[in-house]
């Protein structure tokens, strides 16, 4: 039997070599939490380059952006002067062919790789290099260290560089969503004015009806395709099972006010156009209890900024329309955004769905705001019609959901009113066939 003392050199050296190894994975860990925290593609440059050249003990490091079919060295941390801020064409630089190949290359003598520029090399201190490619599946960049001598990069070496180069192209990805949903969060803030704005211009060109409509189908078409995208990342970041709870509230937001944004667009175009029958549902079997739990969901974010919650009883087994499910859903969910905005702080809006005589399903929407007067309660189905009470501010509508809610449920041959709720505030009640 063999046996090993403590100073037995192959134990130290393996020791050594554990020590290196788990250092190195270390480094890649601070790496990747900083790069997530970069807000610009100048920032995660320089962290990717400055952690590269400490993980490989290089020279020199470039960062290397893929532009059209052009190599641009955008950033480097060497010793002495590289490539800094040159593009060279994909097919005549070694990180063109790294990208162009989504694999790494291992370069252990610059004089003898048939991939080398050499005349560009030549007057560099550049002997060996190693570069990984920045997402290997559809390459952004490339990231390339370099030695003075000849080096032959361990094979260990060459995992970190490229575990360092996967998390770079994470936090690029990054940078451009965030961008992305700040400047559609802007653009909403933009639209939700204008279409403010819009609905107090209606109220005073009330004659003229066609020039109302244009404008309404202008701004609707250009309310619905940036919500529509913001709707599709928020909703597929919620999917992420590891989603930080702090980021998965944020996007749970970002759906609920894109959801709002996109609703408000729909109610505008079908309620710019009143003729008989310009409303024609979609008839499928819908099931009340699933459609009122993905409404809550939805507007749950909405409700707990002002301290409000959502309570949804229980629906019988078997309580189901013939209905059109995107129409029905957006009746339901401008009554509850509706009984929300009308209620105040840390008060609840309660929801129910019933069957009734075996014919008929009732929804009732109740809050606890100050109610409707009984002379306004037709009114309030009208067009841009706003009852702005006490506590309504801005956010009591634009006065177009009820008209909406009376169009649609009156195409499924049912009637929707309003009336005082059971301890005040008002409860809206919806009647459809079963």
Known sequence: MNSQGPDDPAR??????????????????????????????????????????????A???????????????????????????????????VSGWVMQHRSAAVVDDIALDPRIPIDVYRPTFVRSLAMVPVHASAPLGAIGSYWGAARVITAHELALLQALADGTALAMENVVLRACVEGAEARMS???????????????????????????????????????????????????????????????RVLCSAELIQRTALNLLD????????????????????????????????AASRGQRIELRPAPRGCRVRADGDLLRRVLQNLIDNALRHGPERSAVRVEARRVDGRWVEVLVRDEGPGIPVHLRDRIFDRYARLDGPGAGSSAGR????????????????????????????????????
């Open 12 to 57: 130290s050296g393996g020791q050594e070599l554990n020590l290196r190894e788990n250092a190195g994975a270390e480094r890649v860990l601070r790496a990747v939490q900083e790069l997530w925290r970069a807000h610009d593609v100048q920032s995660i440059a320089r962290i990717a380059a400055r952690a590269a050249r400490e993980l490989t003990g």
């Open 59 to 93: 020279d020199g490091v470039s960062f290397v952006l893929r532009d059209g079919e052009l190599c641009h060295y955008a950033h480097e941390d060497a010793i002495s002067s590289l490539w800094q801020g040159r593009r060279f064409p994909m097919s005549s630089c």
């Open 190 to 252: 933009e639209l939700e004015a204008a279409a403010s704005d819009l609905a107090e211009r209606h109220r005073a060109l009330a004659d003229s009806q066609q020039q109302n409509d244009a404008l309404n189908e202008l701004l609707a078409h250009d309310l619905r395709s940036p919500a529509a995208g913001i709707m599709l990342v928020a909703a597929s970041r919620l999917r992420e099972q590891d989603l930080p709870e702090r980021e998965r509230q944020r996007w749970s």
């Open 271 to 302: 309620t710019s156009s009143r003729r008989l029958g310009a409303l024609v549902p979609r008839l499928d079997e819908v099931d009340c209890a699933a459609l009122l739990e993905e409404i809550a969901e939805v507007l749950e974010p909405f």
């Open 399 to 434: 006065g177009l959901g009820l008209t909406f809610c009376k169009l649609a449920v009156e195409a499924h041959g049912g009637t929707i009113e309003v009336r005082d709720g059971d301890g005040g505030g008002s409860c809206f009640r919806v009647l459809l066939p079963a």
